[in-house]
């Protein structure tokens, strides 16, 4: 399968994965001067941005891709990225049904401000099948089904 992906700026990256076994595709920060505010833009003739520690960006790509029915685009963290730049990924699922350029929500979890450059790698993108399914309400606890877990959650089992 070959997903296809449309520039919306000539100087975008189209993804890349560094080895053919890789999962994910590395997504690239493609400069959008004319849709900037929700980052500290610093022009200087290089397009670069800042994201202060504790705080959020927007951080477009320059591209648009046709995600496959029954098939999510689900954008993640760049293990060097979160390790050495402390910039986390938040909610990226991209439906097939959105037809916009991506964004990748970057959070700086840092205590230092970091700076993104033109074509730096931000992120990896991931094609993942779903699966949909309808809601039913139910009118019995699902605690009373009488589970071996119950409701044992974040370290019930311990930590040995």
């Known amino acids: 399968m070959r997903l296809k992906f449309y520039k919306t700026r000539s100087d975008a990256k189209l993804p890349e ?16 001067p004319e849709n900037n505010s929700n980052c500290i833009w610093e022009d200087l003739g290089k397009k670069q941005f800042r994201v202060a520690p ?3 960006c927007l951080v ?12 999510m685009l689900e ?5 060097g990225v ?29 205590g230092e401000t ?7 790698k931000i992120a990896q993108a991931v094609l993942v099948p779903i699966i949909t399914c309808g809601v039913e309400e139910v009118f019995i606890d699902p ?18």
Not at 60 to 71: A, E, F, I, N, W
Not at 114 to 120: E, L, S
Not at 143 to 160: A, M, N, P
């Open 17 to 32: 994965r560094a080895h053919k076994s890789d999962a994910g595709m590395d997504l690239f920060y493609c400069p959008d």
């Open 54 to 56: 504790g705080t959020s």
């Open 82 to 110: 979160a390790h050495k730049q402390k910039l986390i990924v938040g909610a990226c699922v991209v439906d097939p049904g959105y037809t916009g350029e991506i964004y990748v929500n970057l959070h700086n979890i840092g």
């Open 75 to 79: 954008v993640k963290n760049k293990s």
């Open 143 to 160: 605690s009373e089904d009488g589970t071996d877990r119950g409701e044992g959650g974040f370290g019930s089992t311990g930590l040995v």
């Open 60 to 71: 477009p790509t320059g591209l648009k891709v046709v995600v496959p029915r029954s098939y």
């Open 114 to 120: 970091q700076i993104i450059k033109p074509a730096q």
